[in-house]
């Protein structure tokens, strides 16, 4: 995997890259100074096709907004996943104790309606309740 690199050096890279060769064909047949003006031209080229194409090399995505944030869906849909999840000895405990909650209010309210619906039967025998 590469490291992400700056303009700068990309540019650097680049005019090595498409130069090289040329300067060593041109040191042999011409002077020093047509070297020296082919490094700059095409410097300025490639310069000129980044700001045009507007390429950043390797850029890192744009950090989400607070909005993206709140809209993401975590893992933690559900006690059983958030246990999967727990971290800490007190996170799991605070869940243990949670659902064994729930389970107790559910089964308490369960038996209270049971029981009222047993009194409404025996005091009223002629309309019934389920």
């Given at each position: 995997?590469t490291?992400?690199?700056s303009?700068?050096?990309?540019l650097?890279?680049?005019k090595?890259?498409y130069a090289?060769?040329?300067?060593e064909?041109?040191?042999?047949?011409?002077?020093?100074?047509?070297?020296?003006?082919?490094?700059v031209?095409?410097?300025?080229?490639?310069e000129?096709?980044?700001?045009?194409s507007?390429?950043k090399?390797?850029s890192?995505?744009?950090?989400?907004?607070?909005?993206?944030?709140?809209?993401v869906?975590?893992a933690?849909?559900?006690?059983t996943?958030?246990?999967?999840?727990?971290v800490t000895l007190?996170?799991y405990?605070?869940?243990?104790i949670?659902?064994?909650?729930?389970r107790?209010i559910?089964?308490h309210t369960?038996?209270?309606?049971?029981r009222?619906?047993?009194?409404?039967?025996?005091a009223?025998?002629?309309?019934p309740?389920?």
């Amino acid at each position: 995997m590469t490291a992400p690199i700056s303009t700068k050096k990309a540019l650097k890279w680049l005019k090595w890259f498409y130069a090289e060769d040329e300067l060593e064909e041109e040191v042999e047949e011409d002077s020093d100074d047509d070297v020296g003006e082919l490094e700059v031209d095409v410097a300025e080229s490639s310069e000129e096709f980044v700001a045009k194409s507007r390429l950043k090399w390797l850029s890192k995505p744009k950090p989400p907004t607070r909005r993206y944030q709140r809209n993401v869906v975590t893992a933690k849909s559900s006690p059983t996943d958030y246990v999967q999840n727990a971290v800490t000895l007190k996170n799991y405990f605070d869940v243990l104790i949670t659902d064994d909650i729930k389970r107790q209010i559910c089964t308490h309210t369960n038996e209270e309606a049971e029981r009222d619906i047993a009194t409404w039967n025996s005091a009223h025998p002629n309309s019934p309740r389920q």
